[in-house]
Every structure is written in C-alpha cells, then in structure tokens.
C-alpha cells in the first residue's frame, strides 16, 4: 500500500468539509442523553454505567446508510467483523465469534445447531426498523448465562408512536443490487405499532479469491418485522414481537478459494417474544414475565455438473431456543435497585449431513437432541451522588454439564462532573453446543469453557461537553475452550487464550453542524496452546467518522484502518500458516430532504477500490455506489 498517494486523496476529500466548516456555535442540542439497557437490564443512561458499553442510534445508521447491522458494528472499539464471503463473524475484545449473545429485542437468537452456538450470519439482520444497537463489551454471564462470554450485542427494533405513519423507500447500485423497504407506525392510548417489510436482490461478487474465472455469488433477503404494545394503564404493559427472516446465499467451496455456481445457503429465521410487565407497590416493585422462541433452518447445497462431476453435498440444520424469564426489579429509593430474575431455557437441535466426493460418500447425522438450563441471577445497584457500584452473582444448572458460578462487580466515579472512571471485574461461561455434543464429531463429556476479566477505563469531558475522549485497558483469560482435535477428530476441550488491549476514543463536536470522531483499538492474543496470535484479530484497529449535518442535508466521510492478522490457508492441508496484509477503507454518504417527506440518498463504498482479504481465500466487493429515494408521510 502506497501510505504517502493513500494520505493525499484522504486530503482532498477533507478539503470541501474543512472550507465549508463554519465557526463555532453554542447549542445544547448536540448533546445527546444515550440511552442502554442491555448493561444492568434496566433502562438507564449510558453515564450512569459503569461497563463498557457503545450505542449505534438510529441517527448514526442513517447518517452512513449501513444496511446491514454486520456492516453498523464494523467502526465499534474493541470489536472485529469478519466476513467470509455473505458470512460474518464477530470478535468482542479477541474472543470467540461464539463468545458474543447476540439478541434481538432481548430474544436470544445464537443458533444452538451451529458449531460453536454462535451467530455467524449477522450480515443477514438488516438496519430497516432499528432504534439503537447496545454493545456491552466484557464478562455478561452473571445477567445472561451462557454465550455472553466475551459480550453482548442487544439490537433494539423501533416503537411505534405518535400519528400513523408510512415509509417507503427504494435504492439500487453495483452489482444489480437492488432493496426496497415499506413500513407502519403509529400509537395511541392503548396501543402501539411498529411493521417493516424490506427485500435484498444482489448480483454480488465472486466469494473465491483469486479465481481465473470467477462467478457471481449473490444474495437475497426478505424481512418482516413487527412490535406491538398493549399498555391498559400506566402501571402495566404487554408487548409482543415478531420477526421473520428468509435468505439465500450462493458460497464458494474449499474455504473459499474455488468457484462453485451450485453451492446454495437457504437460511430461515423467527424470533418470536411476548413480554408482560408490572409495577406495583407504590413504584417499588416491577415484575416483568416473558416467553421468547428463536427458530432457525439452515439447509446447504451443492449439486453435480460437468465441471463439478465429484461435488454432491446435502446439509440441513434446524436448532431452537425456548426461554422463560421472570425478572423483579426492587426500586429501594435513590441510593438501591435491587433485580432479581429467574430463567428456563431449552435448547432442541438435529442436523443431517450427506456428501459424495472423490474419497467416496460421507453422512454425518444426529437425531433430535435437548438441553435445558435452569439459571437465578441477583444484582444490586449502588448509586450515590456520583458513585456508582453494581454487584452481581449467577447459579446456572445445566443438564449436561452441572452447576456453573459466575459473578462481576463494577464501580464508576464521576470527579467534577468532567472526569469519569470506571472499571469491571467478572466471570464468565459458555456451554457446549448441541453439535459439539451431539454430532458425528460430538463429545459428551465437554466441559464449559471459562473466563475471568477485567478492564479499567477513564473519560473526560471538555468545553462544555464538546469534545469527550475516553481510554480503556481490557484483560481477559480463557481456559477449556473447545476445539475441534485432528487427531481424535472430535470436538475437546484443549486449549486456552489471553487477550489485552486498549480501546481509545475521541470525539469533537466541533458546531451544531460538524462533528468527527475518532476510535483506536490495540489487541494482543495468545493461544496458550501453541503460543501464537488468535486468528484473524488485527493488533490495531482506526476508525474516523467526519459528520456534516444541517436542516436538509447530511454529508459522512468515513475512513478505517485494520492491520495485519495471522491466518490460516484452510483449503490446503496441514493447514500453512499466513499474514494477511493490512488496509484502509474509505466510504461517503450524503442525503438531501427535496421536500418535508421525500428524502434523496446515496453513498459509495471502498472509495479507493482497496483491494483485500479479511479471511484467506475470500473475495471482498471493490468500488461500490447506491442511490435512493425515501417517501415517509
């Protein structure tokens, strides 16, 4: 990479926004109050926690018109995505893909049929109805159990409210993409709603890496979404949500690396949650009861042809989630919140796998299986004037393995109302998925993996909360993670991992109409098994965002750095090590409201046309333009 040509074009798209900057403005209105609940599972302010936490509002998902929520996270410190074709893994602080719980309005949606019980298609949950997404970085098991190992990721769908509202919206680019959105909105005394219907067509691009001859690997997506309230009185509330997901991915065979036209993904998605809440006691005590379900169907393909005359492969997984959670939140004044909660969770799977290839036929089955865990969780909230403190301790009883203990402790002091600092100490585990257990490659006798971490950060506040900047340093310890072990070809508990780092921001509000912000992550990884980095992690990690929004008109230029990773070419056995090479990306947007309901868009991806590999073997889109139109009355 040319850093010195790189730095000048980066340059000339500065120049318009930095000669357009005006002077400084007093407005109270770029202070914005975030708001998270993933954190404590009571709504509060961001300042008011003391974890690490970052929040995507639905203004920053519209200010870059990201589409995807994979492509939302990609800026978030102390997290990587990955994407492996029109597949994409997520790393929180250096852990596992696995390591995250991904929720989606509180439904645990981490598939319990895949190999690691994690959630490797987030590229398919797109950004159409979504208010926020809360990213809790750090040990999260004492609240939610298993998964939340390394962290949580909470994507939080929009409310209806206020005057029935319609929005439309259509948008077309490279590689014959294609998308249209329409929903609903609206409220009134008694009831809320929020509809959303979207579909994706893409052309795409050739996942194969460095193919003579590559074909298309598109894409489709079709979503529904619905959240409806039902609230009687001001002291008690029922809410219902929905949400349906049906995609098709064609993939490339051999880790990526060759072309396969007949190599499909059916994937489908439904999270379903109905949540009733309560608030007695003179405003004491809140109960809240709820029942969520999480389905999901994976089904794979690949059929025989003439320049394929060996490939024939058949795969069908379908796992299920089913949870019943009854939480107390206890309101004990200003100083105490005391939350109490009581969990069931039953997770059922089967799969079914069949190949033919040039070593001959292959099946891999295993019935319909089950596990169910039983979990109590208590937590109290300590606040007082600017302290904060929670503690927090979990019972898990799981059918496999046992009993599990975890617990985690915060604390944030606020000096002056500018300076902040914050820290966390906890545990963590994560169960063995059905497929490690199960499975032809199955091992009945895996132990949980474990973690214990901690991280400790400071913030500060300047000129009258313009600019803000915070640093935080990460420690974590993995033992008895599951890998999958050549030798005994089944799935062992044989390894462990440490990971450190440092998560830094900045951000400037420097007008009521500019702002920018810059983000740093530094990530060292150890496999204590052979003493080498963990894949796929870069050591460093920059983000910069420059924002220009005035009444009609919102400009975003945004440029990001990931360095050099450690691989491993998997299409080519033992399995050689490699380096993949370090890039920058730089993507615009812009809007322009025509009238008061009729919004022009358009934004360009990889500006430059950066050629590179976030996994080795995989092809990554080059130069890429959108255009659109948003209709909202």
Known sequence: MNIRNFMYKICLLFLPFLLASPAWAEDDSIKIKEVVVSATKIEELVEEVASSVTVITEKDIDKKQTRTVADALRDVPGLDTVQTGNLTNIFIRGANSGHTLILIDGVEVNDPVSTSRGYDFLSTITTDNIERIEVIRGQQSTLYGSDAIGGVINIITKKGSGKPKFVASMEGGSRKTFKEIAGVSGSNKLINYSLTASRTDSEGFSIAGGSDSPEKDGYKNTTFSSRIGFTPTDKFDVEVIFRYIDSISELDGSSGVLDDPNYVLKYKQRFFKTQASLLSLGDVWEQILGFSLAEHNRNYSNDKDVDHPFDLERGSYNGETAKIEWQHNLYLGSLNTITIGFEYEKESGKSDYYSESVWGPFSSTFDKRTATNRGVYVQEQFKYKKFIATAGLRHDGHSKFGKEDTYRFTAAHTFDTTTRIKGSFGTGFKAPSLFQLY??????????????????????????????????????????????????????????????????????ALTKEFSTQVNYTYTDTVDKSTGDSLLRRPKHKLSFDNSYKNKKTTADLSISYVGKRDDKDFSAFPYPKVTLQDYFLVNISASHNITENIQLFGRIENLFSESYEEAKGYNTPGFSAFAGIKVEI
């Open 439 to 508: 499975s032809s490659y199955g091992n009945e006798n895996l132990m949980p993996e474990k973690t214990k971490g901690m991280d400790i950060g400071l913030e500060q506040k300047l000129f009258d909360e313009k600019l803000s900047a915070g640093i935080t340093y990460f420690y974590n310890n993995f033992k008895n993670l599951i890998d999958f072990d050549l030798v005994t070809s089944t799935y062992n508990n044989i390894s462990g991992a440490r990971t450190r780092g440092i998560e830094a921001f900045t951000a400037y």
